[in-house]
């Protein structure tokens, strides 16, 4: 049971924090931005570089990736996505031609791969089986961020901002948003959560230029079946999907298990076309009315 527990979790924190960047910005510009994988990878390598190459401290690390990719992300928003809010279709093919054009340039930089880093805090016997101290610390991160992230959106003028922007765009311009500027601070926020996912597993995982790949598929599937909500949709999608590729990959595989939560995501979108964000609003909707 607690080798289930324990697997369900870490699957649970994998996902979570895969797709949370990716669902703020779908929710907030309606872009699916297929680069955020390299945006893990950037976080990822600039760990790698900093802790294993410069002897730079392990958190040090973690903090500066975060404010790396989430410039990143700023400048590519400003480039490309700002002329891509109103055209999702061209705005997939575009993102993924930048994931594609990063994960070259990763290749390039990395080679074989970034310098490895151990990851700190050691690990705990419990029972038969050794536990990564580490891994339990990723699943409080990425507990806690969704705690953060609840508070931010409803109880700060950003969040009220940012709500109000992910309505409906034109009447928040008009009530004096600026419109603009809330896309630059969102898109920044969700690069930096990007990179600290990526960073976060850089110690657990070999840093190539294929990195991202390894969360897309994840990211992008919670993201579906979440919804336009990005923080509730993508909290029940990231159990939904956590629940169904532990148990499988338990007993079957890891190959099985995301074939299952491929053919779930599937059947969700085929019950629930709004995904867990339009079941909920459905539910609130039918508590007011009585």
Known sequence: MLEIIYNFLESFAYISLAALGMSIIYGITGITNMAQGELMLIGAMVTSYLGGMLGCPFWVSIALSVVVTAMAGVVIDRLVLRKLYARPNDSLVCTYGISLALMQLGTIITGTG???????????????????????????????????????????????????????????????????????????????????????????????????????????????????????????????????QSGLSLYFGSFIGTIGMLLVAILIIRVMPGGFSGLVERIQLKARRR
């Open 114 to 244: 970034a310098p490895a880093i151990t990851a700190p805090l050691g690990t705990v016997i419990i029972g038969r089986r050794s536990y990564s101290l580490y891994k339990f610390l990723i699943i409080g991160i990425s507990i806690l961020l969704f705690g953060i992230l609840y508070l931010v959106f409803n109880k700060s003028k950003f969040g009220i901002r940012t709500r109000a922007t992910m309505e409906r765009r034109d009447i928040a311009n008009a009530m004096g948003i600026n419109v603009n500027k809330t896309n630059i601070l969102v898109i920044a926020l969700a690069s930096g959560l990007g990179g600290l996912a990526g960073a976060l597993y850089a110690p657990t995982m070999s840093v190539t230029g294929t990195y991202g790949s390894n969360f897309l598929t994840s990211a992008f599937v919670a993201m579906i079946i979440g919804g336009s909500n990005p923080l509730v949709g993508t909290f029940l999608a990231a159990i939904l999907l956590a629940v169904v």
